[in-house]
């Protein structure tokens, strides 16, 4: 069975702050997805990761696939309230099994004004 | 963009009764969805992957005849929660693949907040 380990699982900041989530696995993705949920509504897809040691920018966040695409990061450059919510990493094992991720435990983001 | 649309959004049900959950891929055809279940302010748990045309895939530890998934259509998909126990009370999502290829993301539905009375 393939884990993926989420960190933190809380964390609460001022605005204006930066921060980053983990997420590692002793298993290698063929790809691994970072989402971002609201309360009441479900997941949306951030962004997709698919070679090792790629980097991706979206605004003020910054992730990256880890060399050997077992560990991934998601940075939050200067945070602000609007970025508060569930963050989960997802990871893709590939071959036939394509669409059932493993999720991580998912970092509960809370960014104050 | 692909669109998962799922309804209810919510609804109360008393103990002993049976609630559905309908999962529709609004703009795309899906031979699989997926249905997961969530507690408050942790991450998703995939219940099962539904399967059209044929029988879905249960993950370890979760009750079949409780929970009935029927995927009869390439575009929906629905979970029934049998005799309904406060328990069972959660936030029940669902998800289709846009695509094929392990690149391919995830969309899902909006949720449904069940509470069991």
């Known amino acids: 069975t393939q884990l993926l380990e989420q960190s933190p699982q809380f964390l609460s900041i001022q605005e204006g702050e930066n921060l980053t989530v983990y997420c590692n696995s002793s298993?290698?993705?063929?790809?691994l997805q970072w989402y971002r949920q609201e309360p009441g509504e479900g997941p949306v897809l951030l962004v997709t990761v698919v070679t090792g040691g790629e980097v991706k920018k979206l605004k003020r966040l910054t992730f990256q696939f880890g060399d050997a695409r077992k560990d991934s990061s998601l940075h939050i450059t200067a945070a602000q309230p609007g970025d508060t919510g569930l963050y989960l990493c997802?990871?893709?094992?590939?071959?036939?099994?394509?669409?059932?991720?493993?999720f991580g435990q998912g970092t509960i983001l809370t960014v104050h004004p | 963009g692909a669109v998962v649309s799922q309804h209810p959004s919510w609804v109360i049900c008393k103990s002993g009764t049976s609630v559905k959950i309908e999962c529709r891929s609004l703009d795309f055809q899906a031979t699989t969805m997926f249905w997961y279940r969530q507690f408050p302010k942790q991450s998703l748990m995939l219940m099962a992957t539904?399967?059209?045309?044929?029988?879905?895939?249960?993950e370890q530890g979760v009750e079949k005849d409780k929970f009935l998934i029927n995927h009869a259509s390439l575009t929906l998909s629905t979970l029934t929660v049998t005799s309904a126990h406060p328990e069972d009370s959660s936030f029940y999502i669902c998800?289709?693949?846009?695509?094929?290829?392990?690149?391919?993301?995830?969309?899902f539905g909006n949720g449904t907040r069940l509470t069991v009375t």
């Open positions: 998800s289709a693949p846009g695509g094929r290829g392990s690149t391919s993301p995830l969309h």
């Open positions: 298993s290698v993705f063929s790809s």
């Open positions: 539904s399967n059209e045309g044929s029988k879905a895939t249960y």
């Open positions: 997802a990871g893709n094992a590939g071959g036939t099994s394509y669409g059932k991720l493993t």
